[in-house]
DNA sequence: AGATAACCGGAACGATTCGGTCTGATTTGC
DNA sequence: GCAAATCAGACCGAATCGTTCCGGTTATCT
């Protein structure tokens, strides 16, 4: 239940990404020191996340980075879904693979899509926007809770 | 964002007691029969349902499991958390300590608790009755993904 | 009371994945 | 044409996870 250590780092990147939203490029230096992360880790991520188009890449002398979509327009479900594959809690999910020994009999099997669906929708529900500003810790959640 | 195999397999066994929620009890070996899970797994979770206060274990010859609430009382929820602890996305929220670089000045790390209240609310409106049963993929998730 | 059956806790081994680093390929600007 | 700066992919060590084994405790049946 635990989101990789990489998720969360480019939950952090895409965040201090979108406080330039203001045309000019980044480098994946710059974003590095401002999150206080690795710098090849960055890049890493930048990489991911830019074959996912969440960033647009530029590349050779003053090249940079850029959002591909305006932050407002990127969730954290996306954000995750690039880096981490598909949102799936089991392995049942994904692909039709099922090495579960008791394949027909498993009653729980046919329920997951629907646990993921709702989770992907939690994270959906929250813009790159939300995750830029400095509070607001509740608000949110307690819809879903209900 | 993948489920450990622990507690994939502590919401199968949970199922499978609920199967037998008729009065008399089950043995962790009878259930590992039914699952298709190894003995020694199944015993080890087993321990970590009943500590948790998911199952009620009696010792002794003709011992064995049952459920300590009725089913429609335990959720998703509740079994994940007995096997893995709080639910929480990033090692930020369960507890104070911040090993993170930019401490103060991380934008994202006020959010956390929401986003794993959302997901837990996901998970609580699961119970174990909902998992017994064989079909009905559908009808659930829609209303959080809204 | 002895023996059996079942649960309980810890410790050690092996495999897989994760995180981090490095080197190479590509593009723009002078 | 050269050089600088960037992205992109491959390699490697380390930590975690999952599994198995072992001894101990408890209650029932003979």
Chains 1, 2 share one sequence.
Do not use: F, N
């Not at 090495?99 to 669906?117: G, I, K, N, Q, Y």
């Not at 939690?122 to 209900?146: D, F, K, N, Y």
């Amino acid at each position: 239940m635990r989101l990789s250590s990489m998720a969360d780092y480019a939950v952090v990147t895409m965040s201090a990404a979108a406080r330039h939203c203001g045309g000019h490029r980044v480098s994946a230096q710059q974003l590095a020191d401002e999150t206080g992360l690795p710098a090849p880790t960055v890049q890493k991520l930048v990489s991911k996340l830019s074959a996912a188009g969440l960033l647009k890449a530029v590349r050779g002398a003053h090249g940079g980075l850029k959002l591909a979509r305006p932050a407002a327009a990127i969730t954290l479900a996306d954000i995750v879904e690039a880096v981490e594959g598909p949102i799936a809690l089991t392995p049942c999910s994904d692909h039709g693979r099922h090495d579960c020994t008791l394949e027909s009999a498993c009653t729980v099997r046919p329920h997951w899509p629907a646990v993921d669906a709702a989770l992907r929708g939690a994270l959906a529900g929250i813009p790159l926007t939300q995750l830029s500003r400095p509070a607001a810790t509740a608000a949110l959640g307690a819809e879903v809770m209900a």
